[in-house]
């Protein structure tokens, strides 16, 4: 049972970066000529969909000098949970901006021990 589950998760895996691929073939050329944050904002979440990091980051950078979005904050948040002295700060600046995110909270203090125990 539990080889049906691991193979099921492997197959959803390929087909999402299937979409992802897809979904970057379409939106990316339109954000090279026109560079608006709301197709910024679908090339970060294809890549964090695909779990490159970095380049997501990179939309999410442009982002957020432009606004200030709860959704931009906590997406460059778990972009950034490997560096958690550069997550934390934008996870404050979301729960500054709508307390009332419960997971966002969570993640808050993974990330506070995280920092305390390096």
């Not at 895996?13 to 979409?19: D, G, I, L, S, V």
């Not at 026109?34 to 964090?48: C, E, F, G, S, T």
Request: glycine letters at 2%; one cysteine or more; hydrophobic letters at 40%.
């Amino acid at each position: 049972m539990r080889e049906g589950l691991v193979s099921e998760l492997k197959a959803r895996e390929r087909r999402t970066a299937q979409k992802s691929k897809f979904l970057s073939a379409l939106v990316f050329p339109s954000y090279q000529v026109n560079p608006h944050r709301d197709v910024a904002k679908i090339i970060a979440l294809d890549y964090a969909g695909m779990r490159d990091w970095s380049s997501a980051l990179v939309y999410l950078e442009k982002i957020m000098a432009e606004i200030t979005e709860v959704s931009v904050l906590n997406l460059a948040a778990e972009c950034y949970l490997n560096l958690p002295e550069k997550a934390l700060p934008l996870l404050e600046k979301s729960l500054k901006l709508n307390p009332e995110q419960e997971n966002i909270k969570e993640l808050e203090e993974k990330t506070k021990k995280r920092l305390k125990n390096q």
